[in-house]
């Protein structure tokens, strides 16, 4: 069980829905996106990243229970959100320098938790590259690291949202076969590490523990069967008693959708999802295609599909947060 503050309570009730699941929206993206538009053959401007943030804010809220923003591009769309959206705002720099080993991680110099929460953050979300096998004197700075963010959020008395991302130093593609055989014991252990309480971490945004498309009955290269997937899924709701969620990791709509279903049926107590690409990255097509108001169209018909349906499952599949945290005196 999480104890946490009265305060951080009504902060993360404004971020879910009544129920207690988290139905939020993620377009913290920054790099991505700019690699999403220039595959569409535009270059992209600080004015297009900002517009179509904008964009996906007004039409995609009222849908959503919250909303994932940066402050570098983010803040209009943090503006422009529904007024019963709540916001995360992202405290990392986008990437990680490749020239040095680690994927170590770094924040916003011009930024602060305390900055970020006048700026209307409900919550703080930090992204961090984790290996669990990595050399342990690169381990140990991230764990440091984390330390001092997650007392930084405490001081300020604001949740604190750690998305974990796995990786192994040995295997370039992550998409690979061979990181399917290792990627359970990469998620689930990495979570079971930042669960400690000196990290002070309230939700985890996490992977699921496997590549769905190399289960049995999804994908045509199979390296789990779905009994063995199942296990994991079970494994990585065990490993933790916080809250945590799912992120999307760009996998299709309907592919994040059926993974749901497999984690609920498998024994997952997921508290929701904080999705992004897989809602709204063919709206990008649209805005470099045709511009605004063919953007702004895609959003409102296919975009609002895309959430409401999302919604739907996670109302079937997910556990309310409410189970795991406890308001201290």
């Excluded at 680690?102 to 110099?109: E, I, K, Q, V, Y």
């Excluded at 900055?115 to 764990?143: M, P, R, W």
């Excluded at 289960?215 to 009994?227: D, L, P």
Aim: hydrophobic content about 35%.
């Amino acid at each position: 069980m999480l104890k946490i503050s009265k305060s951080k309570k009504e902060a993360m009730d404004r971020l879910s829905t009544k129920e207690g699941y988290i139905e939020a929206l993620a377009i913290d993206q920054r790099g991505a996106l700019k690699k999403m538009i220039t595959s569409e053959g535009q270059e992209p401007t600080d004015e297009s990243i900002i517009e179509f943030k904008k964009l996906v804010s007004e039409e995609l809220t009222p849908y959503a229970s919250s909303i994932l923003l940066d402050p570098e591009f983010g803040l209009e769309a943090a503006a422009a959100r529904h007024s019963e959206a709540g916001l995360l705002l992202a405290y990392e720099k986008t990437g990680y320098d490749v020239t040095v080993s680690g994927r170590l991680p770094d924040l916003l110099a011009d930024w602060s938790v305390k900055g970020l929460k006048d700026k209307g953050a409900d919550a703080i979300k930090f992204l961090l590259y984790y290996d669990v096998d990595e050399d342990s004197k690169i381990n140990h700075q991230k764990h440091a690291f984390v330390e001092r963010l997650g007392s930084e959020c405490y001081g300020e008395d604001i949740p604190f949202y750690l998305e974990l991302l796995s990786y192994d130093k040995d295997i370039q593609d992550n998409n690979s076969n061979e990181y399917a055989k290792v990627k359970p014991h990469k998620v689930n252990d990495m979570m079971k590490e930042f669960s400690k309480p000196q990290y002070k971490v309230d939700v985890l945004k996490v992977e699921v523990p496997v590549n769905m498309n190399a289960v049995e009955g999804f994908g045509e290269e199979i390296v789990y069967t779905k009994a063995a997937a199942a296990v994991y899924f079970k494994e990585q709701s065990e490993s933790t008693h916080l809250p945590f969620i799912f992120l999307s990791a760009g996998v299709s709509a309907n592919l994040f959708q059926d993974t749901l279903y497999f984690a609920k049926e498998s024994g997952s107590t997921f508290n929701g999802v904080l999705c992004g690409r897989a809602t709204w990255k063919n709206g990008v097509h649209h805005f470099v295609a045709n511009g605004e108001e063919a953007a702004r169209k895609w959003l409102q018909t296919e975009g609002k599909e895309n959430i409401e349906s999302l919604n739907k499952v996670v109302e079937r599949t997910a556990t309310s947060w409410h189970e795991k945290v406890e308001v201290s005196e």
